[in-house]
């Protein structure tokens, strides 16, 4: 499969604690990109790392990305009930025509 | 205007019958995608048009027909599905394909009954 790897699936943490969500994949990158999505929603944009480009931060997100490792993690600071949905990182494929998407972190974060 | 807007947002449909989903992005991007997305999956590429062609179909069966009339609009046209069609179908949008980031649609939740 060309689908990349999250881990961990499902996170359950309190208000005010950090999120650590992993995704790792294969083949060389142009760029990954992780997307948040609340329950049966259409999917929004976070952040998109440049494979040149080790860190990368919006607000209480920072986003890193190892290419030696073929890893990147999104860690979400201060964490809000309102963060509670699912991530997913993707990456470009087809000659950066399309995203190959990871299965995706199911986050609660609990009152 | 950095929306993408889907309609309708919910839609039942009989396995005998022909509808169209629809989508439109007025930010000049020049690729859009169909996704199919099950409930707890990552969504699944269905189609992408880009410069208004279509530029990768993943093997979607025939009852499934895309059209992109012009650079804003994209339909998806559905005929003689079947139950397990039924799923949230997501249009997106992107400046540079996979280079830049996409913008998604809220999505049609489609039942086939």
């Known amino acids: 499969s060309q689908q990349g790897e999250e881990d961990p699936q499902a996170l359950s943490i309190q208000e005010g604690e950090n999120a650590t969500m992993n995704c790792s994949y294969k083949?060389?990158?142009?760029?990954l990109q992780w997307y948040r999505q609340n329950s049966g929603r259409g999917l929004v944009h976070l952040i998109l790392?440049?494979?040149n480009e080790r860190e990368k931060h919006s607000g209480r997100l920072r986003v890193t990305l190892d290419t030696s490792k073929k890893s990147s993690s999104l860690l979400i600071t201060a964490s809000r009930a309102a963060d509670t949905a699912s991530y997913f990182c993707?990456?470009?494929?087809?000659?950066?025509?399309?995203?190959?998407w990871g299965l995706g972190t199911s986050l609660a974060v609990n009152p | 205007d950095t929306e993408v807007t889907q309609t309708p947002k919910h839609l039942v449909m009989g396995m005998t019958n022909k509808k169209s989903l629809k989508c439109e992005q007025h930010?000049?991007?020049?690729?859009m995608y169909w996704y199919k997305q099950k409930a707890k999956k990552p969504p699944e590429l269905m189609f992408v048009?880009?410069?208004?062609?279509?530029?990768i179909n993943e093997s979607v069966p025939s009852r499934f027909s895309p059209e992109c009339p012009n650079s804003s609009l994209l339909n998806l046209h559905l005929h003689a599905l079947q139950p397990e069609d039924s799923a949230l179908y997501l249009c997106?949008?992107?400046?540079?394909?996979?280079?830049?980031?996409?913008?998604f649609g809220q999505g049609t939740r489609l039942t086939v009954v």
């Open positions: 997106a949008s992107s400046q540079m394909g996979a280079r830049t980031e996409a913008f």
């Open positions: 930010m000049g991007h020049r690729a």
């Open positions: 048009y880009s410069y208004e062609k279509l530029s």
């Open positions: 083949t060389s990158i142009n760029n």
């Open positions: 790392i440049r494979s």
């Open positions: 993707a990456r470009g494929a087809g000659n950066n025509r399309k995203l190959i």
